[in-house]
């Protein structure tokens, strides 16, 4: 892999690892651009604190600690810094005042909740709700139209069991959307490396014959992810059984 965009940090409170050991994996596996995304802050109308993402206390030393490493490094890797986030539209004014005078690079779109929390279920639960399914695709596709996102962390987190003609509409209008934007579909690999539901095979072969790129992300938790060689080639291979072409950078953000 020559990029990853997507590495959490440990300010997300379920990832492990400092900032530098992050950078130090990239740097010694090859990579040319690495690509912070971790779970970007909320302000809840009730004050709710989330414990699976950074607290809006985080942002200083989240983009302090990572702009000096990014020049520190600058001879060995291209840093970027952006978060991943959910597209919740009654939340999303809020949060953009809250980013507004930061030096935010990118984000990426993981919808892991459909409305604020804690009263959203988490999408990757099992469902077999044709409604629940056809409204996470809907949500995904109006939040990337705001152009706000680069692409989709884990496309198929709505874990739908329901029936696969059910499943096959709905992913393969998500697909669609995507190819006519020149978006590539993730390749999770955090989800292949512990066979999770997501990436799915299923959800794959869908993607290959609607004709979209792809693009491995490792979803780093730890720095090891950055090195796991073994997981990165049987994403590839994934990526070559379904005929899925693997995009290594994101249009403008590539190597500086």
């Not at 971790?38 to 600690?65: A, K, N």
Request: hydrophobic share 35%.
């Amino acid at each position: 892999m020559l990029a990853n965009y997507h590495t959490h940090t440990r300010r997300c409170r379920h990832a492990e690892g400092s900032d530098r050991e992050f950078i130090e994996a990239a740097v010694s596996h090859g990579m040319r651009v690495l690509g912070f995304s971790d779970h970007c802050p909320w302000i809840f109308d009730d004050g709710y604190v989330s414990g699976t993402r950074m607290l809006p206390s985080d942002l200083d030393g989240y983009f302090t600690s990572l702009t000096d490493l990014k020049k520190e490094y600058a001879g060995d890797i291209t840093i970027y810094i952006g978060f991943e986030a959910e597209y919740i539209p009654e939340l999303m004014e809020k949060q953009n005042r809250l980013l507004a005078d930061y030096p935010v690079d990118y984000m990426i779109m993981g919808q892991h909740f459909m409305r604020p929390e804690p009263d959203a279920p988490y999408t990757g639960s099992v469902t077999s709700s044709e409604a629940e399914l056809a409204e996470y695709v809907e949500l995904v596709i109006r939040g990337l139209e705001t152009g706000k996102y680069k692409y989709v962390a884990h496309p198929d987190l709505l874990n739908y069991v329901g029936d696969d003609e059910i499943y096959a509409r709905h992913y393969s209008r998500l697909c669609q959307y995507l190819a006519s934007q020149d978006i590539p579909v993730e390749i999770n690999l955090l989800g292949v490396k512990e066979g999770r539901h997501y990436t799915s095979e299923k959800f794959l072969k869908i993607a290959g014959e609607t004709g979209n790129t792809a693009i491995i992300g490792c979803d780093a938790h730890y720095p090891s992810f950055l090195t796991d060689t073994a997981s990165m080639e049987k994403c590839r291979r994934l990526a070559e059984k379904y005929s899925l072409r693997i995009v290594d950078y994101l249009p403008g953000l590539g190597e500086k």
